[in-house]
């Protein structure tokens, strides 16, 4: 042991004293997951996307920091037609792509850099389409811009028109996702010439504040400041993603100022980061909600009234304090506190197992025993469903339903939880992809998304509630799409096809010495403002 | 020697076969479909899934879909990840010399110390040394690897500071892959103390996977000298007044050496199971830690090529082992 101790000493030692050559300003960010690649386009994760649409792209349009309101990024301006079926977007000009070893832009970003990055998602024949065997463009498809962009047309070398099929307010914010993120035509042209196109992928060239300067697969990424940035300059001069999947070992390395800020720490460290002289810790309400669904097709879970009365047999809070050790509070809606049109003059359901259990006689329901389905996976909505699902077990037991807890592989419970003959009501979640009430009320609520394939897990399918939905999304006033998600929510509370249980907290634990970092709602992690103190 | 390899090899082959079947179903006996994985929550249409199912050929029947995996292997083709779409055998090479590097470490570690302490608690059987080494031994082997890993963790980075926390090398040396060995790479590099902190990275990690194998490997010594010593020679070479230095180190120990390295060779698959929790609390990038991520995000190109190249190694060692032993014991070639 002594003897092991000494080689320890001895290998810390020479790695500390003679460490730390003189270094430019550098910020490691613990990440939790390797990036899948560094084209935005093809994944979905969100680790990939800070990894590359944050800080090595830019959009037309992004969201402004902290926040879900878009605002002019690539594009300075944009105008939209009366009939909302046009929009014409002035571009940025003067913006630099960046270099790398073997490409040095020749010219600045312009609108055929525009064209370049949707058309190769939208069409099958484009040339890089395909760029990589095997690739698709998944979030493109699952926003339905296959539908809905008609033709894009460049109307100068600075002004670009999106011609659309239907008028869709959301769709400012659907082209702020990483998605449409800008690539460089000529950087794609150069890399067909060198027989090199998966480059596209691995040696990534954009506008961003940080350039790409190499990835060692599951380990490291690193990124230098992009000194020609057209936004303000970035105020570290590297940015390192020092890749840790395990949430303990992550809080280890910022403990040990191996790194400077690290994503999703457990629920259990929180009161522990807390006390911490070294550390500091941001927090956000989430933009996400954790739900059980009702199969509203099946008796008696198709009478609202049933559904109601089981609402009121939960005791939400418990749940939050169990499961969420209080990181997080209790939804009474089926969207988020934090997102506009949030209708707050709703009043949830109380807590009343007396109450509810009259209601339940007085719909004939007795002896009712039921499923709930526990997901097998941590989301951020729901740390752990198996726990959740206990409590509302004994909660249920409390009025009089049997409840049996089923749970399944993940693949297979996203799979089998869509099937409309579903027995049992299912624990699940949804988190935000771009701040837009429809991306949760229109995806998990519509009665299109009822139909196979979609993601309404309740089946339900109301028409008053599915036309105002239709009706919002095709107004671009903000103001009466507001009126109109708040009808919807008062729709949704009346006819209850979930229980909404939680909204959750968002931790950012970091060294004290971090500043200007901005917490994201939609759970993006962005250095472009951050900065280290001495 | 050349027939006694040769017919090592032929064995070889029905082995190697029979372990692409098995990797093959392993992914597809697991309940889940990659296309809907990818999904998520969202959700995917019955015609999309149709498309990408088709796109990526698991709409064919399996044993088309395994006889096409056979076809390309024999062309060297392992396929391409379903999820960063790279090629499997690129990955597998940018990863594996961590995992080999880590193992070595661990292997030497765990037969360094086991080996000597086997022999010591042979020797004095019965003795508080033999008592506290083989309890000690007892207690590695139902280590629970993650506990373990992160408690060291705790305790020698968080607490007392003495070596990192994880990962393979300070990020403040940056130089390129030569040969993918950090050790060996810190030295090219030629940057200062770039050498002392790869070996500061890799000692808690190998030292967590060096456990199982070497409680194994000092049991095993330990039975394997007691069963050697109670033999006839031995007694005979003790009684011509032999030295007992000469007794154990030449008589006994070559002896006992032949089912310690059948056991050395077999904790290569153990270190392989170890390696995967092991990369996986130390941010070892490794294909332990690719497997895990594979295997749950039903990656199938990854998962049933990165199993055979693994199961490969492990054959391509057992058959080292195999060869060591006609080396040791030329009885055992000339059968």
């Not at chain 1, 430019?24 to 997951?33: G, L, P, Q």
């Not at chain 2, 296309?35 to 015609?47: D, Q, T, Y």
Request: charged residues 20%; aromatic residues 10%.
């Amino acid at each position: 042991m002594k003897m092991l101790s000494r080689i320890l000493i001895a290998a810390s030692a020479l790695a500390m004293t003679t460490a730390m050559p003189a270094l430019a300003k550098t910020f490691v960010y613990c990440s939790e997951a390797s990036p899948e690649g560094f084209d935005p386009a093809p994944y979905t994760a969100g680790g990939t996307f800070d990894a590359s649409a944050h800080p090595i792209y830019n959009r037309l349009v992004e969201f402004k920091k902290g926040t879900t309101e878009v605002e002019p990024a690539l594009a300075e301006s944009w105008e939209v037609s009366p009939d909302g079926l046009e929009y014409t977007f002035k571009l940025r000009q003067g913006v630099k792509f960046h270099s790398n070893e073997k490409f040095t832009p020749s010219r600045d970003f312009n609108a055929d850099d525009v064209i370049f990055s949707y058309q190769r998602q939208a069409s099958a024949d484009h040339p890089w389409n395909q760029y990589i065997a095997g690739i698709t463009y998944e979030y493109y498809n699952s926003m339905e811009m296959p539908s809905l962009i008609k033709d894009i047309v460049k109307v100068d070398d600075y002004t670009v028109k999106f011609v659309l099929t239907r008028p869709e307010a959301p769709f400012l914010a659907n082209i702020a996702m990483p998605f449409a993120s800008i690539v460089s035509a000529e950087y794609a042209d150069m890399l067909d010439k060198a027989g090199t196109k998966e480059d596209l992928n691995n040696a990534p060239i954009g506008t961003g504040p940080f350039k790409f300067v190499a990835y060692q697969k599951d380990a490291v990424i690193r990124y230098a400041k992009n000194a020609d940035y057209w936004g303000p300059a970035p105020k570290i001069d590297d940015l390192v993603f020092a890749i840790t999947p395990d949430a303990a070992v992550r809080l280890q390395k910022l403990k040990a100022g191996e790194c400077q800020l690290m994503p999703y720490p457990a629920p259990a460290d929180i009161a522990a980061i807390k006390e911490d002289p070294n550390l500091k810790m941001d927090e956000q309400a989430g933009l996400n909600v954790g739900y059980l669904a009702y199969n509203t097709t099946q008796a008696p879970f198709d009478n609202p009234k049933v559904r109601k009365a089981l609402n009121m047999a939960l005791n939400k809070q418990a749940i939050i304090d169990a499961v969420f050790q209080g990181a997080g509070q209790v939804a009474k809606n089926p969207i988020p506190p934090t997102m506009w049109s949030y209708n707050d003059a709703i009043a949830d359901d109380v807590y009343d197992p007396v109450a509810a259990k009259a209601a339940l006689e007085a719909e004939g329901v007795k002896d009712l025993s039921m499923k709930i389905w526990a997901m097998p996976v941590q989301r951020p909505y729901m740390p752990n469903a198996k726990r959740a699902a206990e409590l509302m077990q004994e909660d249920f037991a409390k009025v009089g339903v049997k409840v049996e807890i089923v749970s399944y592989e993940w693949g297979e419970y996203l799979d089998k939880s869509m099937e409309p003959g579903r027995d049992g009501a299912v624990i699940l979640g949804w988190t935000g992809d771009n701040g837009d009430p429809d991306n949760f009320m229109g995806v998990l609520l519509s009665c299109a998304s009822a139909q196979p394939g979609g993601a309404n897990r309740a089946f339900w399918c109301n028409q008053e509630f599915s036309d105002i939905l239709s009706k919002a999304k095709q107004t671009s006033d903000v103001a009466e799409r507001t009126k109109l998600y708040e009808q919807a929510q008062v729709i949704f509370k009346d006819q209850a096809p979930w229980a909404t249980l939680d909204h959750s907290t968002q931790y950012v634990p970091m060294a004290k010495n971090v500043t200007g970092f901005v917490m994201s709602p939609l759970g993006d992690f962005t250095f472009d403002t951050v900065d280290v103190t001495e | 020697m050349i027939r006694f390899i040769l017919s090592k090899l032929l064995y070889l082959v029905p082995t190697f076969l029979g372990i692409t079947l098995i990797a093959f179903s392993f992914v597809r006996i697991l309940p889940g479909d990659p296309v809907l994985l990818m999904a998520g929550e969202r959700g995917i249409s019955p015609e999309r899934h149709a498309e990408l199912s088709a796109q990526l050929g698991f709409d064919r029947p399996l044993w088309v879909q395994y006889f096409d995996f056979l076809g390309r292997l024999f062309h060297g083709d392992l396929g391409n990840s379903l999820v960063t779409k790279k090629p499997v055998m690129a990955e597998f090479l940018t990863l594996f010399p961590a995992t080999v590097e880590l193992g070595l470490v661990a292997i030497l570690i765990a037969t360094l110390i086991g080996v000597p302490v086997g022999v010591l608690a042979a020797i004095k059987r019965g003795s508080w040394f033999d008592q506290v080494s083989m309890t000690a031994a007892l207690v590695g082997f139902s280590m629970p690897i993650f506990w373990w890993g992160l408690l060291l963790i705790i305790f020698f980075s968080g607490i007392l500071g003495w070596t990192p926390v994880s990962g393979r090398i300070s990020l403040v040396y940056f130089f390129p892959d030569v040969t993918g060995f950090m050790l060996i790479d810190s030295l090219i590099s030629g940057q200062k103390g770039a050498f002392g902190s790869a070996l500061s990275h890799l000692i808690l990690p190998s030292v967590v996977l060096a456990t199982i194998p070497l409680a194994v490997i000092a049991r095993q010594t330990r039975s394997a000298m007691l069963e050697v010593m109670g033999e006839d020679y031995v007694r005979t070479a003790r009684a011509k007044g032999m030295p007992p230095s000469r007794v154990i180190g030449v008589h006994a120990l070559r002896n006992a050496m032949i089912p310690v390295i059948t056991t050395i060779g077999l904790q290569i698959g153990v270190l392989m199971a170890g390696a995967i929790l092991t990369e996986t609390i130390f941010s070892w990038p490794g294909i332990g830690k690719w497997m895990i991520d594979s295997i749950s995000r039903r990656d199938y190109p990854v998962v049933q090529s990165g199993l055979l190249l693994i199961a490969g190694l492990v054959m391509l060692v057992n058959l080292l082992v195999d060869l060591t032993y006609g080396l040791i014991n030329p009885r055992i070639r000339h059968k």
